[in-house]
């Protein structure tokens, strides 16, 4: 049974990993992609994820604009991450179009208004802390809602507490979690704590390559500067691909196993965008968050060579065999 979803977003080398996924996946009806700055500024996020959309064969996906800053911190990008493109400076000829005529704020407002919609959050959550200030009903219809972001027993990634996405709008995130926390509502946070598993590795790359060398080329384009920034900046021979784990848990909930707990975001000072999980329930607050802890990088990859690439049983194989050796 398809399900409606909103991707929202801020492309990025692993979250265009994450939209091939959503796109390859029967299970997801991707009703549109909606931006905000992030991983990069506003414009080359759209700028990547029409060259993605168009790779993958679906150029007439809607893709809203949205907040090109945080709602209160100075932008900072991490394109020292992602390549001065935000797409591992692959150089991909810029694809023709305009944006969807709607801003991001309306088409959520639009498509949760029709009910039966999931959002799949990727980035800082600025465009969905503007939803809870402008209309906080529609917020309120979200039927699922995933975050990749945030982190609970992993150090950070931007610094010693933070992951960058809640760090880089760290009073959106909170916006968001207190929200919840007073209404009822909730939210699954697949954070660092189990996205630092899903490390695509040199092997991994060159069995895609393999197996399609089509999805493998354009997949090994897009991280080149990935791969350089983990080496250089963690000694990782690889590259950690966040987002796409959150879409595949989206598809599958036996991906990931955490905890459900009461879960607030740090504003500012030097715990800016942390998490804070009252695992042991301290507050007496209601849970407002489940708090993945545990996943599965075979599981994983699997998933996504079987859709992405159109591996076979016996392909699948190889992956525990690349897992294994390394």
Not at 235 to 243: A, E, T, W
Not at 278 to 294: F, G, I, L, P, S
């Amino acid at each position: 049974m398809k399900r409606r979803v909103i991707i929202d977003c801020d492309p990025g080398i692993d979250d265009s990993m994450a939209i091939m996924l959503a796109l390859r996946s029967e299970e997801i009806e991707l009703a549109g992609i909606t931006l905000t700055a992030g991983n990069c500024p506003l414009e080359s996020c759209f700028s990547n994820v029409k060259k993605v959309l168009h790779h993958m064969g679906c150029p007439d996906i809607p893709v809203c604009l949205g907040a090109d800053r945080p709602l209160k911190v100075p932008f900072v990008n991490a394109k020292p991450v992602h390549g001065c493109d935000g797409l591992g400076g692959s150089d991909l000829p810029e694809v023709p179009g305009a944006p969807d005529i709607r801003t991001a704020l309306d088409f959520l407002k639009e498509e949760l208004g029709k009910g039966g919609c999931s959002v799949i959050a990727l980035g800082p959550m600025t465009n969905l802390a503007q939803l809870i200030m402008e209309s906080p009903e529609s917020f309120d219809a979200i039927e699922e809602l995933v975050s990749m972001g945030g982190s609970f027993k992993s150090h950070g990634n931007i610094s010693p507490v933070a992951e960058f996405n809640y760090w880089c709008d760290p009073d959106a995130a909170a916006l968001v979690y207190d929200h919840l926390a007073k209404s009822g509502g909730h939210i699954t946070m697949i954070g660092l704590d189990v996205t630092r598993r899903i490390v695509l590795t040199p092997s991994l790359l060159s069995l895609m390559e393999r197996l399609n060398p089509r999805e493998g080329a354009f997949i090994r384009k897009i991280t080149g500067s990935y791969f350089d920034f983990h080496w250089k900046s963690e000694r990782l021979i690889g590259c950690i691909v966040n987002d796409p784990l959150a879409v595949a848990y989206f598809l599958d909930h036996g991906m990931c196993r955490g905890i459900e707990a009461y879960t607030a975001v740090a504003r500012d000072g030097i715990c800016r965008g942390q998490c804070v999980v009252d695992e042991k329930a301290y507050y007496h607050r209601q849970a407002n968050a489940a708090v993945m802890t545990d996943t599965d990088a075979a599981r994983f990859f699997r998933l996504f060579f079987r859709r992405v690439l159109g591996a076979s049983e016996a392909d699948l194989d190889l992956i525990d065999r690349c897992l294994m050796a390394e």
